[in-house]
């Protein structure tokens, strides 16, 4: 279903026009260069481009969160990519949180490490200026740099084994992931009002440390994705029937944010819609007999986009779906991990549904600005279809994430050729996510080798265990 044997962008768009789908595309890749204005307290912050590199996780932190030589390096890449945002992958707010042993996560004991951090990315940044003549620098300089901020909720693992704090009981993602249900716990309102002050902590640090932003990650089924579906969550504050109450730790959040650290850009990656329909997920309303959401009611979305607004967020990254459950609603796949199931639908609809979505989303909020996602799935056509989109006003910026771990200077390639190398991209054959699944660092397996080395010795090692349990 998910095979990819495009000869040519016009090959791809009559399977398009054949599904009958709604999407844009265009050679008209120079908008992706223009800069755009981000409103802040005292003015603006000038984004030189419309490319953004999502928070892609490489879990080759220390055991105490710390960057390492690998996460050095990514950034260094990330840093002479030329994307206009730069969104650090997921760092943990509290140790529990961590979805990885090897997860980042910063504290006051290693702030100075993810200070050089920074100072590698910049360096990186430097590299591609001094490298290039006065038309790279005018649209590469001075990109947003944002730390995403993370509690793995569900599917917490800060050790060997997985201890799950729900939000709320779930016995369907509970089987998915082969979780026994009585392991873990579901955490208490008292948990969450502490856990905002952890919040509250590391937004500090991370100003500190000389980011430009923070994202309260809320997407993908992590513990602030899955309080917004949190019906079922009886006799508290943070979750139930009404949207105020289930938003209520996100805003809260936010809006003391925005007071205390004037100069931070507060920002959120949230998801357009969950795999599970309500009362178990955000505003998806029907599932097809595949799992696949088919009707969704954004009211709850809008409503929450609306307060975030008010309390000073402009900048909103959108995503969907959970990447351990029918990963293909959110990342379109040629390959499913470990040769799993085939997507059931090909992966244009996957697209054409997060697409729909924030058309309307941005047709409703057109005072945010927004970023896009799912385009790795096109290979060398992503930026066409991306500008196709931006033209068309369905959002403002087009974020590439495992894109930029296949083929990271991307963004500078296309602005210097007009187009990008076929034998550079991503071709969705998710053995970055195996990397992650089997406990290893992670990274493009078939483009650096790097990590093709670390693959073939890791999934030996796997496959060594799984014959002897």
């Known amino acids: 279903m998910g095979n990819f044997s495009y000869k040519t962008i016009e090959d791809l768009h009559k399977d398009v026009k054949k599904y009958n789908l709604d999407l844009a595309f265009t050679d008209e890749i120079s908008l992706l260069f223009q800069p755009i204005q981000l409103p802040i307290r005292n003015g603006a912050h000038g984004i030189p481009n419309r490319l953004a590199i999502h928070p892609m996780e490489g879990f080759d932190a220390t055991e105490t969160g710390d960057p390492t030589q690998l996460t050095h390096d990514r950034y260094m890449r990330f840093g002479k990519s030329g994307a206009g945002i730069v969104w650090f992958e997921a760092t943990a707010v509290v140790p529990e949180g961590r979805s990885n042993p090897h997860q980042l996560m910063i504290s006051d004991q290693n702030i100075a490490k993810f200070k050089g951090l920074i100072k590698t990315f910049d360096e990186g940044r430097s590299q591609l200026l001094d490298q290039n003549d006065t038309s790279v620098k005018v649209h590469f300089q001075n990109p947003l740099k944002i730390l995403q901020l993370t509690h793995s909720g569900r599917y917490s ?192 609809f996957s697209y054409a549904r997060i697409i729909g979505l924030l058309r309307e989303v941005h047709r409703y909020h057109p005072q945010l600005i927004t970023i896009g996602t799912a385009y790795s799935w096109f290979r060398q056509y992503g930026p066409n279809f991306a500008a196709g989109e931006i033209a068309r006003n369905s959002f403002d910026i087009a974020g590439f994430g495992r894109m930029a771990f296949a083929y990271p200077q991307f963004p500078v390639d296309l602005f210097k050729n007009g187009i990008i190398d076929s034998r550079q991209v991503c071709i969705a054959c998710s053995k970055c996510s195996e990397l992650m699944r089997i406990g290893s660092v992670t990274g493009c397996v078939i483009r650096n080798n790097t990590y093709s080395k670390i693959y073939k010795e890791a999934y030996t090692e796997f496959q060594s265990k799984k014959k002897k349990e």
């Open 157 to 348: 693992k800060p050790g060997s084994e997985r201890y799950p704090l729900r939000a709320k009981l779930n016995s369907e993602l509970d089987t998915a992931m082969h979780i026994p249900p009585e392991s873990g716990e579901v955490v208490t309102d008292e948990y969450l009002d502490n856990l905002q002050e952890n919040y509250f902590d590391v937004i500090g640090l991370a100003n500190e440390a000389g980011f430009d932003g923070v994202d309260i990650k809320s997407c993908h089924g992590y513990l602030v994705s899955e309080l917004l579906g949190a019906y079922t969550r009886s006799s508290s504050l943070y979750g139930g029937e009404l949207i105020e109450q289930r938003g209520k730790f996100l805003l809260d959040i936010v809006k003391r944010a925005n007071k205390e650290f004037s100069d931070l850009i507060i920002t959120l990656r949230i998801n357009l819609f969950d795999v599970l329909a309500q009362p178990n997920g955000f505003t998806t309303k029907k599932l097809d007999e595949n799992g696949t959401p088919v009707a969704f009611d954004l009211e709850d979305l809008h409503v929450i986009l609306d307060q975030l607004y008010t309390h000073g967020v402009r900048l909103v990254s959108f995503s969907a779906g959970n990447p351990y459950f029918h990963p293909y609603l959110s990342r379109p796949f040629v390959q499913n991990a470990f040769n799993g199931p085939d997507s059931p639908e090909h992966p244009l």
